[in-house]
């Protein structure tokens, strides 16, 4: 071999050895494999074993009776092994260990120890002697338990020094919101996280009564004042809320003190696998806008609603926006024949298709591409799969977009209405539910006024069918709530994005105020009302506190880690055409009827006889047809004597 050969392979050998490789390879190597684990293991076992006959030896006795003790000593060996299979100790990581793989190997060293007592017992009733003296057995269980958990100990210490980011001045400081046992899951799988997101600098006691003691080496901080203050003593950034037994009231206390000082809050669900490290660290996200809102959750009567969708084929119209999607996959949940999702917008409709096809249900699902506009292609799909529950979602809802194209809003929300009204009457639909809107009441814009119209229309249907006294005709229900969080046009994902481009905020007003409440609250009471209704009802939903739409801006500034009107701006637009700066869930001459659920009310509108509202409505499309923005508008203002335009250049048709 030659002199540069030599050089070259004995710079090889030390660059591979040196200690930044080490170092390297030690990060890079994610786990121990079981093989390396299981020579650890056998080491130990073997010390603990010649430990014991050390100690044994000392005293005058024999740890084994027999002069040949190889034999006897693989079998201790082969036992051990054998109860380490049995009771899984290498399914964990060694350096993920808990008190559980500890427990793991405790009961496979008792259970040796049982089996070589039991050994003994043998022996010695059948031949006078024992192979193995017990004192001995029980003194090398001992050994070999402490040797086996200690060492997964070191390995676990090992491991954290260096696969740990803590010292990482780039992390932000965080403290924990709790002491009990979720708070302690949830700081040990953000320990061991990787990644590493948070420097955990302490838990916050709120009862002050751990101030002198110390969890996972952290401080425990007994919070006497206001949180942020406490914070700041320590130099945190943010905080994770993991007491389970705040309430939401308390919950929304602490929230609103660090949104105020722009500290970050993120919230974790009650851990109910403790052992899931992984699954345990994914949980702790940054708090939502929906988290902030000051609701209960909602109770369903599960056996009415059962009672009408089980083994029934359903029909949902608008299957692919963000309400009928969700009316989907809650009908599934009560296992009816047949869904069929209908919607004219082919995208969406084929990502819910995806969405649905990979889940394990045995109800048949539908997916149709057809207009309600479209009654031949409505009456195929009713005399094809003969629905026997109705939830009719589909609508243009754009409040700006329907006042500048207000022949849209009458051909799909008042004519598309009526298509699937007259058909679940044609076909005999059992129930018949309507998903209409808070715009509806003493509408200021078109898109309202065409709802209210379709309210009118579907109501007047169910006093037809009264008169006529037809028990077998279809129940029709009008559910109406306000703005989603979430949904297609909601401020929030609008924010959202105005957000992450740096700003600025859009809004209309300084004072405009909604009624908001989440994709899945608003489903589930559509769901309810259509379960209890008997039909003519218009149901209105509790939504809740108003909430001011610059607060929510300001909030969700804060909750993206920003300031307000300095790091995002917030800009004041104007009123939008039709927009008014409050909305309401009922007429000025409504009232209201309670009922056995407290967040459902039944609105008590003003019913018109069929064939009048009929003419009327029949006239408002044929005008609809010709696309004469004035005309049609006018038609409306007739049929909805309370429809007002508001900041519209329909507001000369009021005079």
């Given at each position: 071999m030659s002199n540069y050969t030599k050089r070259e392979l004995r710079r090889l050998i030390l660059n591979v050895?040196?200690?930044?490789?080490?170092?390297?390879?030690?990060?890079?190597?994610?786990?121990?494999?079981?093989?390396?684990?299981?020579?650890?293991?056998?080491?130990?076992?073997?010390?603990?074993?010649?430990?014991?006959?050390?100690?044994?030896?000392?005293?005058?006795?024999?740890?084994?009776?027999?002069?040949?003790?190889?034999?006897?000593?693989?079998?201790?060996?082969?036992?051990?092994?054998?109860?380490?299979?049995?009771?899984?100790?290498?399914?964990?990581?060694?350096?993920h260990s808990s008190y559980t793989d500890a427990i793991k190997l405790l009961f496979s060293q008792i259970s040796v120890l049982v089996f070589f007592v039991i050994v003994n017992t043998v022996f010695q009733?059948?031949?006078?002697?024992?192979?193995?003296?017990?004192?001995?057995?029980?003194?090398?269980?001992?050994?070999?338990?402490?040797?086996?958990?200690?060492?997964?100990?070191?390995?676990?210490?090992?491991?954290?020094?260096?696969?740990?980011?803590?010292?990482?001045?780039?992390?932000?400081?965080?403290?924990?919101?709790?002491?009990d046992a979720n708070a302690l899951a949830v700081a040990n799988a953000l320990k061991l996280e990787k990644p590493t997101r948070f420097k955990i600098v302490g838990f916050v006691d709120r009862n002050s009564q751990n101030s002198s003691k110390r969890m996972m080496d952290l401080p425990i901080l007994i919070q006497k004042k206001k949180l942020p203050t406490l914070m700041r003593s320590v130099g945190a950034e943010g905080v994770i809320i993991a007491d389970k037994s705040l309430s939401?009231?308390?919950?929304?206390?602490?929230?609103?003190?660090?949104?105020e000082f722009n500290y970050k809050v993120y919230i974790v669900p009650l851990i109910t696998d403790w052992e899931n490290q992984k699954e345990i660290s994914q949980k702790v996200k940054n708090l939502q806008i929906e988290d902030l809102l000051d609701r209960k959750p909602i109770v369903l009567d599960g056996k009415s609603i059962s009672k009408q969708l089980k083994d029934k084929t359903v029909l949902i119209t608008g299957a692919a926006g963000s309400i009928g999607s969700e009316i989907v996959r809650q009908v599934l949940l009560?296992?009816?024949?047949?869904?069929?999702?209908?919607?004219?917008?082919?995208t969406p409709l084929h990502h819910l298709c995806l969405e649905l096809s990979a889940l394990n249900t045995e109800v048949t699902?539908?997916?149709?591409?057809?207009?309600?506009?479209?009654?031949?292609a409505m009456n195929r799909v009713f005399n094809d799969y003969m629905p026997e529950v109705v939830y009719h979602a589909a609508a243009y809802k754009h409040v700006p977009l329907m006042e500048a194209n207000p022949s849209q809003a009458i051909l799909t929300n008042v004519d598309g209405t009526k298509n699937i009204a007259d058909l679940s009457c044609k076909y005999k639909v059992k129930s018949f539910v309507m998903v209409s809107t808070d715009k509806a009441v003493n509408p200021s814009n078109v898109m309202g006024a065409s709802k209210r119209i379709a309210e009118k229309y579907v109501q007047s249907l169910q006093l037809k069918s009264n008169v006529d006294r037809n028990a077998k005709s279809t129940k029709f229900i009008t559910?109406?709530?306000?703005?989603?969080?979430?949904?297609?046009?909601?401020?929030?994902?609008?924010?959202?994005?105005?957000?992450?481009?740096?700003?600025?905020?859009?809004?209309?007003?300084?004072?405009?105020?909604?009624?908001?409440?989440?994709?899945?609250?608003?489903?589930?009471?559509?769901?309810?009302?259509?379960?209890?209704?008997?039909?003519?009802?218009?149901?209105?939903?509790?939504?809740?506190?108003?909430?001011?739409?610059?607060?929510?801006?300001r909030k969700m500034i804060k909750l993206a880690g920003f300031v307000p009107d300095e790091d995002i701006k917030?800009?004041?637009?104007?009123?939008?055409?039709?927009?008014?700066?409050?909305?309401?869930?009922?007429?000025?001459?409504?009232?209201?009827?309670?009922?056995?659920?407290?967040?459902?009310?039944?609105?008590?509108?003003?019913?018109?006889?069929?064939?009048?509202?009929?003419?009327?409505i029949e006239e408002l499309i044929t005008i609809a047809n010709f696309h004469k923005k004035e005309a049609i508008v006018a038609k409306m203002k007739k049929i909805v004597p309370e429809f007002k335009s508001m900041n519209s250049t329909y507001e000369v048709l009021d005079k």
């Open positions: 050895f040196s200690g930044e490789n080490l170092i390297l390879n030690i990060r890079n190597l994610s786990y121990l494999p079981r093989w390396i684990v299981l020579g650890i293991d056998l080491i130990v076992l073997i010390a603990s074993f010649f430990f014991t006959k050390l100690i044994i030896n000392g005293i005058g006795l024999h740890y084994i009776g027999f002069e040949n003790k190889a034999p006897y000593i693989c079998l201790i060996l082969g036992v051990n092994v054998f109860f380490f299979w049995i009771f899984r100790t290498y399914a964990g990581i060694i350096r009733y059948f031949y006078g002697f024992k192979i193995y003296l017990n004192t001995a057995l029980f003194m090398n269980m001992v050994l070999s338990f402490c040797g086996l958990f200690l060492y997964r100990v070191v390995v676990k210490q090992v491991f954290e020094q260096f696969f740990s980011e803590r010292n990482n001045v780039n992390l932000p400081r965080t403290v924990i919101y709790g002491t939401k009231e308390e919950r929304l206390l602490i929230v609103e003190q660090c949104l009560f296992h009816p024949k047949k869904i069929i999702a209908l919607d004219q917008a082919e699902i539908v997916t149709v591409v057809a207009d309600i506009r479209n009654r031949d559910t109406r709530f306000g703005n989603v969080l979430g949904s297609n046009g909601s401020v929030v994902p609008l924010f959202t994005r105005q957000i992450a481009e740096g700003g600025p905020i859009t809004i209309t007003h300084p004072d405009i105020i909604r009624y908001f409440m989440t994709i899945p609250e608003a489903c589930q009471l559509v769901l309810e009302a259509g379960a209890m209704g008997k039909g003519g009802e218009i149901y209105i939903f509790d939504m809740g506190k108003p909430v001011k739409i610059i607060d929510l801006a917030i800009k004041i637009v104007g009123l939008r055409p039709g927009e008014k700066l409050y909305e309401e869930l009922l007429n000025d001459t409504s009232k209201t009827i309670p009922t056995h659920h407290h967040k459902i009310m039944i609105a008590e509108e003003i019913q018109e006889e069929f064939e009048i509202l009929h003419d009327e």
